[in-house]
T-cell receptor, first 111, second 113 residues
Protein backbone atom coordinates (compact mmCIF):
# COMPACT_ATOMS: atom_id res chain seq x y z
CA UNK A 1 0.00 0.00 0.00
CA UNK A 2 1.31 3.47 -0.84
CA UNK A 3 1.90 5.83 2.05
CA UNK A 4 -0.53 8.44 0.75
CA UNK A 5 -3.22 7.82 -1.85
CA UNK A 6 -5.56 10.30 -3.51
CA UNK A 7 -8.45 10.35 -5.96
CA UNK A 8 -6.87 9.81 -9.38
CA UNK A 9 -8.63 12.68 -11.13
CA UNK A 10 -8.68 14.78 -13.16
CA UNK A 11 -11.73 16.63 -11.96
CA UNK A 12 -13.33 18.96 -14.50
CA UNK A 13 -15.99 21.17 -12.92
CA UNK A 14 -17.85 24.35 -13.92
CA UNK A 15 -17.27 27.62 -12.15
CA UNK A 16 -19.29 27.83 -8.98
CA UNK A 17 -19.34 24.08 -8.38
CA UNK A 18 -18.45 22.38 -5.14
CA UNK A 19 -15.74 19.74 -5.41
CA UNK A 20 -14.32 17.34 -2.85
CA UNK A 21 -10.97 15.57 -2.83
CA UNK A 22 -10.19 12.47 -0.80
CA UNK A 23 -6.94 11.20 0.62
CA UNK A 24 -5.96 8.17 2.70
CA UNK A 25 -2.70 7.55 4.53
CA UNK A 26 -1.16 4.28 5.63
CA UNK A 27 0.58 4.98 8.93
CA UNK A 28 -1.66 5.46 11.94
CA UNK A 29 1.19 7.16 13.80
CA UNK A 30 1.16 10.14 11.42
CA UNK A 31 0.38 13.37 13.26
CA UNK A 32 0.67 16.25 10.80
CA UNK A 33 -1.55 16.72 7.77
CA UNK A 34 -1.64 19.32 5.03
CA UNK A 35 -3.03 20.19 1.64
CA UNK A 36 -0.62 21.74 -0.83
CA UNK A 37 -1.46 23.24 -4.19
CA UNK A 38 0.75 23.00 -7.26
CA UNK A 39 0.10 25.08 -10.34
CA UNK A 40 1.26 23.79 -13.70
CA UNK A 41 5.07 23.96 -13.98
CA UNK A 42 5.34 25.61 -10.57
CA UNK A 43 6.48 24.51 -7.14
CA UNK A 44 4.04 23.22 -4.50
CA UNK A 45 2.71 25.74 -2.00
CA UNK A 46 0.90 25.22 1.27
CA UNK A 47 -2.85 25.62 0.93
CA UNK A 48 -3.85 24.75 4.47
CA UNK A 49 -3.03 22.59 7.46
CA UNK A 50 -5.57 19.98 8.53
CA UNK A 51 -6.58 19.86 12.17
CA UNK A 52 -8.34 17.08 14.06
CA UNK A 53 -11.50 19.11 14.56
CA UNK A 54 -11.63 20.14 10.92
CA UNK A 55 -10.89 23.65 9.73
CA UNK A 56 -12.06 26.16 7.22
CA UNK A 57 -10.30 28.91 5.28
CA UNK A 58 -12.73 30.88 3.18
CA UNK A 59 -14.10 28.58 0.49
CA UNK A 60 -11.85 25.71 1.58
CA UNK A 61 -12.71 23.16 4.26
CA UNK A 62 -10.43 20.37 5.42
CA UNK A 63 -11.48 17.35 7.47
CA UNK A 64 -9.50 14.63 9.19
CA UNK A 65 -10.75 11.22 10.30
CA UNK A 66 -7.96 9.54 12.26
CA UNK A 67 -9.88 6.31 12.78
CA UNK A 68 -10.26 5.84 9.03
CA UNK A 69 -6.91 7.49 8.23
CA UNK A 70 -8.75 9.72 5.82
CA UNK A 71 -8.38 13.40 4.90
CA UNK A 72 -10.65 15.47 2.71
CA UNK A 73 -10.63 18.89 1.07
CA UNK A 74 -13.83 20.63 0.02
CA UNK A 75 -13.80 23.61 -2.30
CA UNK A 76 -17.00 25.62 -2.54
CA UNK A 77 -17.92 28.09 -5.29
CA UNK A 78 -14.99 27.04 -7.51
CA UNK A 79 -13.10 29.78 -9.34
CA UNK A 80 -11.09 29.52 -12.54
CA UNK A 81 -8.03 30.32 -10.42
CA UNK A 82 -8.59 27.15 -8.37
CA UNK A 83 -7.39 25.08 -11.34
CA UNK A 84 -4.30 23.28 -10.08
CA UNK A 85 -3.11 19.97 -8.70
CA UNK A 86 -3.97 19.39 -5.04
CA UNK A 87 -1.47 17.37 -3.04
CA UNK A 88 -2.25 15.60 0.22
CA UNK A 89 0.76 15.66 2.58
CA UNK A 90 1.35 13.62 5.73
CA UNK A 91 4.32 13.25 8.04
CA UNK A 92 5.65 9.70 8.07
CA UNK A 93 7.41 8.02 11.01
CA UNK A 94 9.39 5.72 8.69
CA UNK A 95 11.09 8.72 7.13
CA UNK A 96 12.13 10.52 10.28
CA UNK A 97 8.71 12.22 10.50
CA UNK A 98 9.34 13.96 7.21
CA UNK A 99 6.56 14.88 4.84
CA UNK A 100 5.27 12.41 2.28
CA UNK A 101 3.21 13.69 -0.64
CA UNK A 102 0.37 11.93 -2.38
CA UNK A 103 0.27 11.68 -6.18
CA UNK A 104 -2.05 14.67 -6.42
CA UNK A 105 -5.48 15.27 -7.90
CA UNK A 106 -5.74 17.66 -10.80
CA UNK A 107 -8.63 20.11 -10.87
CA UNK A 108 -9.74 22.08 -13.90
CA UNK A 109 -12.45 24.68 -13.31
CA UNK A 110 -14.17 25.48 -16.58
CA UNK A 111 -15.91 28.77 -17.51
CA UNK B 1 8.69 34.28 -4.03
CA UNK B 2 9.76 31.87 -1.31
CA UNK B 3 13.39 32.97 -1.09
CA UNK B 4 14.54 29.41 -1.88
CA UNK B 5 16.79 29.34 -4.92
CA UNK B 6 17.95 26.31 -6.86
CA UNK B 7 20.57 25.84 -9.55
CA UNK B 8 20.85 24.92 -12.27
CA UNK B 9 17.26 25.26 -13.48
CA UNK B 10 17.69 22.80 -16.32
CA UNK B 11 20.38 20.31 -17.21
CA UNK B 12 20.95 17.36 -19.48
CA UNK B 13 23.20 14.43 -18.60
CA UNK B 14 23.88 10.99 -20.02
CA UNK B 15 23.53 7.66 -18.29
CA UNK B 16 26.36 6.88 -15.90
CA UNK B 17 27.30 10.51 -15.30
CA UNK B 18 27.12 12.31 -11.99
CA UNK B 19 25.20 15.48 -11.15
CA UNK B 20 25.22 18.04 -8.34
CA UNK B 21 22.20 20.22 -7.66
CA UNK B 22 22.33 23.20 -5.34
CA UNK B 23 19.85 24.91 -3.06
CA UNK B 24 19.94 28.07 -0.98
CA UNK B 25 17.40 28.03 1.80
CA UNK B 26 15.17 30.88 2.86
CA UNK B 27 16.81 33.24 5.31
CA UNK B 28 16.54 31.91 8.86
CA UNK B 29 15.58 28.38 7.84
CA UNK B 30 17.86 25.66 9.17
CA UNK B 31 16.28 22.62 7.50
CA UNK B 32 16.41 21.56 3.86
CA UNK B 33 14.44 18.71 2.28
CA UNK B 34 14.90 17.30 -1.20
CA UNK B 35 12.16 15.79 -3.32
CA UNK B 36 12.06 14.12 -6.73
CA UNK B 37 9.00 14.76 -8.87
CA UNK B 38 8.51 12.71 -12.01
CA UNK B 39 6.09 13.99 -14.62
CA UNK B 40 2.48 13.59 -13.52
CA UNK B 41 3.37 12.36 -10.04
CA UNK B 42 3.62 13.86 -6.58
CA UNK B 43 6.97 14.79 -5.06
CA UNK B 44 8.85 11.81 -3.58
CA UNK B 45 10.87 12.44 -0.41
CA UNK B 46 14.60 11.84 -0.88
CA UNK B 47 16.11 13.10 2.38
CA UNK B 48 16.26 16.00 4.79
CA UNK B 49 19.20 17.86 6.32
CA UNK B 50 19.04 19.61 9.66
CA UNK B 51 22.07 21.38 11.09
CA UNK B 52 24.34 19.67 8.56
CA UNK B 53 23.18 16.13 9.43
CA UNK B 54 20.89 13.83 7.44
CA UNK B 55 17.62 13.73 9.33
CA UNK B 56 15.44 11.17 7.58
CA UNK B 57 15.65 9.43 4.22
CA UNK B 58 13.11 8.08 1.77
CA UNK B 59 13.36 5.00 -0.42
CA UNK B 60 16.23 6.14 -2.58
CA UNK B 61 19.46 4.20 -3.20
CA UNK B 62 22.82 5.32 -1.75
CA UNK B 63 23.86 6.86 -5.06
CA UNK B 64 21.61 9.75 -3.98
CA UNK B 65 23.59 11.69 -1.40
CA UNK B 66 23.58 15.16 0.04
CA UNK B 67 25.29 17.80 2.07
CA UNK B 68 24.27 20.78 4.11
CA UNK B 69 26.68 23.62 4.75
CA UNK B 70 27.03 25.87 7.80
CA UNK B 71 25.00 28.58 6.04
CA UNK B 72 22.21 25.96 5.63
CA UNK B 73 22.52 25.77 1.87
CA UNK B 74 22.50 22.24 0.50
CA UNK B 75 23.60 20.01 -2.35
CA UNK B 76 22.05 16.90 -3.82
CA UNK B 77 24.43 14.55 -5.59
CA UNK B 78 23.37 11.70 -7.81
CA UNK B 79 25.95 9.21 -9.08
CA UNK B 80 25.68 6.70 -11.90
CA UNK B 81 22.67 8.41 -13.44
CA UNK B 82 19.90 6.25 -14.83
CA UNK B 83 17.19 7.16 -17.32
CA UNK B 84 14.57 6.99 -14.54
CA UNK B 85 16.38 9.76 -12.67
CA UNK B 86 14.93 12.20 -15.19
CA UNK B 87 12.65 14.40 -13.07
CA UNK B 88 12.17 17.74 -11.40
CA UNK B 89 14.24 17.95 -8.22
CA UNK B 90 12.69 20.21 -5.62
CA UNK B 91 14.37 21.68 -2.61
CA UNK B 92 12.30 22.91 0.33
CA UNK B 93 13.42 24.82 3.37
CA UNK B 94 11.68 25.08 6.71
CA UNK B 95 12.25 26.12 10.27
CA UNK B 96 11.67 22.87 12.10
CA UNK B 97 11.35 20.17 9.45
CA UNK B 98 8.53 18.31 11.15
CA UNK B 99 5.68 20.67 11.74
CA UNK B 100 6.69 23.70 9.80
CA UNK B 101 5.52 24.72 6.36
CA UNK B 102 7.77 23.68 3.50
CA UNK B 103 8.91 26.51 1.23
CA UNK B 104 9.90 25.15 -2.15
CA UNK B 105 12.26 26.45 -4.77
CA UNK B 106 11.30 26.32 -8.43
CA UNK B 107 13.28 23.14 -8.94
CA UNK B 108 16.03 21.77 -11.14
CA UNK B 109 14.80 19.80 -14.13
CA UNK B 110 17.17 16.95 -14.93
CA UNK B 111 17.02 15.01 -18.18
CA UNK B 112 19.08 11.85 -18.47
CA UNK B 113 19.70 10.58 -21.99
Amino acid sequence: RKEVEQDPGPFNVPEGATVAFNCTYSNSASQSFFWYRQDCRKEPKLLMSVYSSGNEDGRFTAQLNRASQYISLLIRDSKLSDSATYLCVVNHPNYGQNFVFGPGTRLSVLP
Amino acid sequence: ETGVTQSPTHLIKTRGQQVTLRCSSQSGHNTVSWYQQALGQGPQFIFQYYREEENGRGNFPPRFSGLQFPNYSSELNVNALELDDSALYLCASSLTGFTGELFFGEGSRLTVL
